[in-house]
Antibody, heavy 122, light 107 residues
Framework: QVQLVQSGAEVKKPGASVKISCKAS????????IHWVRQAPGQGLEWMGK????????TYAQKIQGRLTMTRDMSTSTVYMELSSLRSEDTAVYYC???????????????WGQGTLVTVSS | DIQLTQSPSSLSASVGDSITISCRAS??????LNWYQQKPGKAPKLLIY???SLQSGVPSRFSGSGSGTDFTLTISSLQPEDFSTYYC?????????FGQGTRLEIK
């Protein structure tokens, strides 16, 4: 069965970086884009960016572009999300999600990781 | 970026009621609109994709409609497990965006 398993919670100081992993299993890793979405405490969902596991191409949200890097390791079917220059407002639960294309047209998230809480505090 | 505006932001209803949540896009997104349900402490769950297609395993009391800029999620005959938060999402543009969410509470 398809699974996305994320790394554990992190506590970081302002200005530091955090790197979260998302390990995929149960399907062909290179066939589906992986997106990252975050959710600040009590807030809504914010799209962060995406990576094509096949070619490694990425697209990031303009708001955090410059601080965000997504990479993948094809040997372990793992996607990584690194956010640098952390601020208190980066405190959130971070999710990876698999994109499924239906009818070869529509795009939606059919599987999600369990979420990783990142706390930024001095 | 394409903005999505959900209404209402919160809603109170009773078990057995039918409710509708609206999602309006800042520009036409054809039918590239999805709906998710999120329960506290859990990842969102896909309910409806491509505006009106029911995801496998989702009860038929959930339905979606719309195209262009105006979309709706309808839940008929509310069940206790439906009281949750709902988000719309557009996948028309390169940068996906979400609505701000609608919290459905028990009256």
């Amino acid at each position: 069965q398809v699974q996305l398993v994320q790394s554990g919670a992190e506590v970081k100081k302002p200005g530091a970086s955090v790197k979260i992993s998302c390990k995929a299993s149960g399907y062909t890793f290179t066939r589906n884009y992986i997106h990252w979405v975050r959710q600040a405490p009590g807030q809504g969902l914010e799209w962060m960016g995406k990576i094509d596991p096949s070619g490694g191409g990425t697209t990031y949200a303009q708001k955090i572009q410059g601080r965000l890097t997504m990479t993948r390791d094809m040997s372990t079917s793992t996607v990584y999300m690194e956010l640098s220059s952390l601020r208190s407002e980066d405190t959130a639960v971070y999710y990876c999600a698999r994109v499924w294309s239906s009818f070869g047209v529509s795009l939606q998230y059919d599987y999600w990781g369990q979420g990783t809480l990142v706390t930024v505090s001095s | 970026d394409i903005q999505l505006t959900q209404s209402p932001s919160s809603l109170s209803a009773s078990v057995g009621d039918s409710i509708t949540i609206s999602c309006r896009a800042s520009q036409s997104i054809s039918s590239y609109l999805n709906w998710y349900q999120q329960k506290p402490g859990k990842a969102p769950k896909l309910l409806i994709y491509a505006a009106s297609s029911l995801q496998s395993g989702v009860p038929s009391r959930f339905s979606g409609s719309g195209s262009g800029t105006d979309f709706t999620l309808t839940i008929s005959s509310l069940q206790p497990e439906d009281f949750s938060t709902y988000y719309c999402q557009q996948s028309y543009s390169t940068s996906f965006t979400f609505g701000q969410g609608t919290r459905l509470e028990i009256k």
